[in-house]
């Protein structure tokens, strides 16, 4: 029987990078990761506040040259609607950063950090999955499928929506299913994309391409069920044709990489985030669909808030409610943008007159409002940030009149 500080269950992205901070943090880590064969082809895009805590855990080096920079965000309504929104652009050098983030390709960030979990002499990796886990006072006791046993003070649970730790820890979900799917794939193309993002608004949900390093984009196509299987069903180049027609030939000619996928689109929240000696991060505490580039963020800020509860007592045991604290922290966050990516996506589903000309008039006051703009840009890389920085704002454009 093997004793830990602290044990991750779940090789993902948020359990590799959960391990790497709590190692870093000087804490004695077991990972529980099985091995798996399955490639993810979706991509991630890594916000400024995520990007500047992964310099601080000393792993942007490693992750930096398979990304590409967001420096320009731009909303385009797609739709063939009455009341259409203005195009909406954003500029990370209006808010004085190079860019609001930089993105990758899931499976190669994924094999950076296992070179990075491999190399750190705090972690234990065990290719395993976990069968019984018993809860106590004192510590956590984890009995994988391999017949190891370990022991940990605090266990974090990155295992996934199907969370074998959210079921011990007796947490309930709440879930609801869209009717969407995302098809998944990058493709090259013929015209430099710029460092610009481009996400059109359409009658069944976003359709949004993201940069890649050189003249390559990742794209998210949400569509209805059965649209996902006809595009599918598609040679690579008559999907090419179908994504130039949509993109409104803006990067030229697209050829489109082997390996589209399609995921069912549908949202999770669990009633605690952390409950004794457990948390929940990542996917095992919420989910929902790819809008905003919110997911990964969502949960690396789940890990800032935990390195930040356990590592400033690292000279001491951790403590028994630990996970009570990381739940007060975290629900405001959580919930208020798990909610907020529902009602997007549900506005662009509705075809109810009035919530369409809500959704128009909130793109028209972005592009029109400087201030508001500006704060709801410093809101998406990093929570309040935003706020902290309108009172200044707001008296920069009075002093400018």
């Known amino acids: 029987m093997a004793r830990f500080e602290t044990a991750v269950v779940g090789g993902g992205l948020a359990g590799f990078i959960a391990a790497l901070a709590m190692g870093r943090a000087g804490r004695s880590v077991a990972l529980i990761a099985p091995e798996t064969e399955k490639t993810d082809r979706r991509t991630t895009a890594l916000m400024d506040q995520s990007v500047r805590f992964m310099e601080r855990l000393g792993l942007w080096d490693r992750v ?30 209006d808010i004085g950063v190079a860019a609001f983030g930089y993105n990758f390709v899931n499976s190669s960030l994924l094999g950076a950090l296992l070179d990075a979990v491999v190399a750190e002499p705090n972690i234990t990796l065990f290719p395993s999955t976990v069968e019984n886990v018993a809860l106590s006072p004192d510590g956590v006791t984890l009995s994988l499928s391999d017949g190891v046993t370990v022991e940990a003070d605090f266990v974090i649970g990155a295992d996934g ?75 690579p180049e008559d999907l090419g044709e179908r994504i130039e027609t949509r993109m409104q030939s803006m990067l030229g000619k697209v050829t489109v990489e082997d390996g589209a996928q399609a995921w069912p689109l549908s949202s999770l929240v669990a009633d605690r985030f952390g409950k004794g000696r457990v948390a929940l991060i990542g996917e095992a ?57 529902d009602l997007l996506n549900r506005s662009l589903l509705s075809e109810f007159l009035p919530v369409q000309m809500v959704r128009a008039a909130g793109l028209h006051l972005i592009s029109g409002l400087a201030p508001l703009r500006n704060m709801l840009m410093r809101e998406g890389v990093e929570p ?18």
């Open 64 to 93: 930096s040259p398979d990304a590409a920079a967001l420096s320009t965000m731009q909303i385009i309504d797609g739709t063939a609607r009455l009341i259409r929104a203005p195009v909406a652009r954003f500029r990370s050098s």
């Open 285 to 341: 505490a919420h989910a929902f669909p790819p809008i905003g580039a919110q997911g990964l963020n969502l949960s690396l800020r789940d890990i800032i808030t935990l390195t930040e509860i356990l590592g400033t007592v690292r000279e001491r045991p951790v403590p028994a409610d630990a996970g009570d604290r990381f739940d007060r922290r975290r629900r405001m966050d959580v919930l208020s943008r798990t909610y907020s990516v």
């Open 161 to 235: 929506r199907k969370s074998r730790m959210r079921e011990a820890a007796g947490v309930g979900i709440r879930t609801w299913a869209y009717p969407q799917t995302a098809v998944v794939l990058n493709f090259a193309h013929t015209l430099p994309h710029n460092n610009t993002s481009t996400e059109f608004h359409t009658e069944t949900g976003p359709f949004t391409q993201v940069p890649l390093p050189g003249n390559r984009s990742s794209l998210v196509w949400v569509v209805r069920p059965e649209e996902a299987e006809r595009l599918l069903a598609l040679s």
């Open 384 to 401: 309040g940030r935003g706020l902290r920085a309108l009172p200044q704002m707001l008296k920069d454009a009075v002093s400018r009149r």
